[in-house]
């Protein structure tokens, strides 16, 4: 008789890119805005991924972040540093191997992030034609 053994799912290979997948699932279901992931493996020791988005109002960002930690402790058992909960205008999660940052836009626009980690991938504003 044949013994079965478990099919390893993409979690048991690559750990970082199943809660990767699992926080932009999160984040979609809970309709947020402009998810943009970066990619830091290689590029920092912080985290494999950082995950920024935004939500319409203090309301809504709350309550993704809180979603998230809660689905992140229930799928992955482990329990992820929350800041910023109380106003709700910047919220980062930091879950080890996914960093996530969830705004209002007016403060997300403020502090771009996405610009600072973009580790010159961004593209370069064109140029001003010289005024005489």
Known sequence: MAQSRPVSSPSDSDPAAALHTLVLSSLDDDQALEAVSIPLSGKSSIADFMVIASGRST???????????????????????????????????????????LFRPEVRSF???ERMWAFGEAPTPPEQPAQS
């Open 59 to 101: 309301r809504q960002v709350a309550s993704m972040a809180q979603k998230l930690a809660e689905r992140i402790k229930r799928e992955r058992g482990v329990s992820p540093r929350v800041e910023g909960l109380p106003s709700a205008d910047w919220v980062l999660i930091d879950a080890g191997d996914v960093i996530v940052h």
């Open 111 to 113: 502090y771009n992030l």
